[in-house]
């Protein structure tokens, strides 16, 4: 792991292209819609039940939800949030809208989320297995 001496994150690779602007989660929301900014507290709160262990990195453009790396990102648009989770398989299964290889082993899968109840029981598996997933040397 590499960690950018300017703005602390850290990164697979060294030298790994990135913006340092790094700002609080209270600082995002300033620019957010307040219905986003609900789907993103429920979206929080239900991790902390789920017991998923996470440190919050928030950048100009998207939250991350860190452990041993960004298993999971969140990008707010007007009326929805993008869900974003990486797992060592790809999912080929509504409501999985796209995925992106990340590497050999493993897939960012993305979901629009336009209202809590949408957040279902499939959805929180794929979150806690996202938060579990090991990156491969």
Not at 7 to 33: D, L, M, P, W, Y
Not at 119 to 128: A, G, H, P, R
Request: include cysteine.
């Amino acid at each position: 792991m590499w960690k950018c001496p300017k703005c602390g994150r850290s990164f697979k690779n060294k030298n790994q292209a990135h913006s340092c602007i790094k700002i609080t989660e209270k600082e995002f929301f300033v620019q957010a819609h307040p219905h986003t900014t609900e789907l993103y507290s429920h979206l929080k709160k239900i991790l902390i039940q789920l017991q998923v262990q996470f440190q919050i990195e928030a950048v100009k453009n998207c939250i991350y939800f860190v452990n041993r790396f960004r298993f999971l990102a969140i990008k707010f648009h007007r009326t929805s949030i993008d869900i974003e989770f990486v797992l060592e398989r790809k999912l080929n299964i509504f409501p999985v809208f796209k995925t992106v290889r990340h590497s050999k082993d493993l897939w960012w899968h993305i979901i629009r989320i336009e209202k809590e109840e949408e957040l279902t029981e499939e959805i929180k598996d794929w979150l806690v297995e996202a938060s579990k997933t090991k990156r491969k040397p």
